[in-house]
């Protein structure tokens, strides 16, 4: 079956400063790659995606790679901003298959 | 364009209580899911709806719980009988289900339970 594993957390970080949240995954197909970010007491909002490989998805200053070869999805931002502060969740979602398969998600803080 | 959206957003109810969360998909969206997410953990999937049928169940969907999509719109979740391991958040879910084309999902708020 399908399955998602990101580094473990929290990630403390200070502002400015350069971020990885490492995410791997296990699927059949060719799966979409989905970023997703839940702050406090909210739902999740889609941050980036990536529907084949080489694709790279961005989107407020957040990229990642989908890397068919490394099975990866890795979530980078060049300089975090306080308002970054909180969960990342990464997914995948087989074509045509309906349910995503989500990690456990990464506590990001960002102090000032 | 409004997002999902879920009703309600809390719910507190004593053990053995039914209790029934509604969700409003994006317009248009074919496809509506419900997943349950708990403290620390990623969403895990439930349910989910191509226009009114429902397509796939989870076995985490004991007999206690039922979803419905009655003409293809909004669903909802009701949990019968509940019981203290229920306290979760609720997240509902749709996309366009077009066939061929990448599903990307948007979540609504979230219903959070709390069982006493």
């Known amino acids: 079956g399908n399955s998602v594993t990101q580094m473990e957390g929290p990630v403390t970080l200070s502002e400015e400063a350069f971020l990885t949240i490492n995410c791997t995954y296990t699927a059949t197909g060719y799966p979409s790659l989905f970023w997703y970010v839940q702050y406090p007491g909210e739902g999740l909002q889609l941050l980036l995606k990536?529907?084949?490989?080489?694709d790279k998805g961005s989107n407020k200053g957040f990229e990642a790679t989908y890397r068919k070869e490394t099975t990866s999805f890795h979530l980078e931002k060049g300089s975090v901003q306080v308002s970054d502060s909180a969960v990342y969740f990464c997914a995948l979602t087989n074509t045509n298959a309906g349910k995503s398969t989500f990690g456990d998600g990464t506590t990001l803080t960002v102090k000032p | 364009d409004t997002g999902v959206s879920q009703d309600p957003r809390h719910k507190i109810t004593k053990r053995g209580q039914n209790v029934t969360f509604r969700c409003d998909p994006i317009?248009?969206?074919?496809?509506l899911y419900w997943y349950r997410q708990t403290l620390g953990q990623g969403p895990e999937f439930l349910t989910y709806f191509q226009n009114e049928a429902q397509l796939e169940k989870s076995r985490l969907l004991s007999d206690r719980f039922s979803a419905e999509r009655p003409k293809g719109s909004f669903s909802t979740l009701e949990i019968q009988r509940t019981e203290q391991g229920d306290s979760a958040m609720y997240l509902c879910?749709?996309?366009?289900?077009?066939?061929?084309?990448?599903?990307?999902?948007?979540f609504g708020p979230g219903t959070r339970l709390t069982v006493l």
């Open positions: 990536a529907t084949k490989a080489d």
């Open positions: 317009s248009e969206h074919n496809r």
């Open positions: 879910a749709s996309s366009s289900g077009l066939a061929g084309v990448p599903d990307t999902q948007y």
